[in-house]
Nanobody
């Protein structure tokens, strides 16, 4: 059974930083591209960042480019999202996702976590 478990969310002031983690189990982690998505209240889920199985390719939404960094540790079956210079508009539930075939910026991922709340106060 595949499980993706996010952690690291919380409340932070604008301009602050958080690092999200997503621990994967039940799959060959190094064979999967990983992505981060977010959903704010009343809005559709949106792509944030993604990383290829090797870590050699990354992709970011324009809204987070230069502020967020996605990385992975295949030895720990974990993907990270370092979020700096946070803004109130970054407030959302953040989800990680796994995809067997390469990096995409759509929501065409095979497995999803339950999400972790990030709240940025102004």
């Amino acid at each position: 059974q595949v499980q993706l478990v996010e952690s690291g969310g919380g409340l932070v002031q604008a301009g602050g930083s958080l690092r999200l983690s997503c621990a994967a189990s039940g799959l060959t982690f190094s064979s999967y591209a990983m992505g981060w998505f977010r959903q704010a209240p009343g809005q559709e889920r949106e792509f944030v960042a993604a990383i290829s199985w090797s870590g050699g390719r990354t992709a970011y939404a324009d809204s987070v480019k230069g502020r967020f960094t996605i990385s992975r540790d295949n030895a720990k079956n974990t993907v990270y999202l370092q979020m700096n210079s946070l803004k109130p508009e970054d407030t959302a539930v953040y989800y990680c996702a796994a995809r067997f075939r390469g990096v995409v910026v759509t929501d065409e991922y095979d497995f999803w976590g339950q999400g972790t709340q990030v709240t940025v106060s102004s």
